[in-house]
């Protein structure tokens, strides 16, 4: 079985994005004294840690979580992935590595933030895999509108706010047997409370667990 993950230009290019996303640390210290006089205000996250303020930083997810996303694209067979919150592009080149190994298809990812989205383009074309993703600049509650189904994957990673906004407007999309997963399950355990109800209430056409992969993972399998 081919892996991409394990060949240039994809493995050194990742190597390179992990190494400079350790600096993540020092940027956020750095935002420590906005981000408590946005709290005395009474401000929320999103209203204190705007896309704006957030250009330089890569929030990625780890490797690990990487090479298990890789991982569970190629045992589905995904043709289609969507992702929400693309930031630099690091998930993408894995989910886009594991679209290329099983043969084709497309990856479509949603960045709000200008200069993330177009660092996010030329990641994926230094890893040769733009032919095979698509980027979109925007909110993803209007660029994530008109996607062709099935959706066999689905990655939640940008505002936390939106991960069930974004969910709804996928699900009929979705497929039986369709994987939805979503970070930040731990670190932002309170504001992702009722998205991890919804997923896990066995109600809603989901059956769903927390990984503790990295700061959580929620693993979800639509069951229609």
């Not at 979580?65 to 894995?94: D, H, M, W």
């Not at 030329?122 to 660029?143: F, K, P, V, Y």
Request: with cysteine; net charge neutral; charged share 25%.
């Amino acid at each position: 079985m081919t892996n991409s993950l394990k060949l240039d230009p994809v493995r050194s290019l990742l190597d390179r994005l992990h190494r400079q996303a350790k600096d993540d640390r020092q940027k956020f210290f750095k935002l420590i004294p906005r981000f408590i006089a946005g709290k005395i205000k009474g401000q929320s996250f999103s209203e204190i840690l705007t896309p704006e303020v957030l250009k330089d930083v890569f929030i990625p997810i780890s490797r690990e979580q990487g090479e298990f996303l890789y991982l569970t694209a190629r045992s589905l067979g995904a043709k289609r992935i969507v992702e929400f919150g693309t930031s630099f592009g690091i998930s993408t080149i894995y989910l886009a590595a594991a679209i290329k190994d099983n043969g084709g298809g497309c990856v479509i990812g949603s960045e709000i933030e200008p200069s993330k989205h177009q660092k996010a383009i030329d990641h994926l074309a230094q890893a040769n895999l733009s032919e095979i993703s698509e980027i979109r600049l925007g909110d993803a509650l209007q660029t994530l509108q008109d996607l062709d189904a099935p959706i066999d994957l689905v990655l939640l990673d940008g505002w936390k706010d939106l991960y069930l906004p974004v969910l709804k407007l996928l699900v009929p999309k979705l497929k039986a047997g369709s994987v939805v997963m979503a970070d930040n399950i731990f670190t932002f355990r309170k504001d992702l409370q009722p998205y991890v109800n919804y997923m896990q209430s066995g109600e809603n056409g989901f059956e769903s667990v927390t990984l503790h992969l990295a700061d959580g993972f929620e693993y979800s399998v639509f069951t229609g």
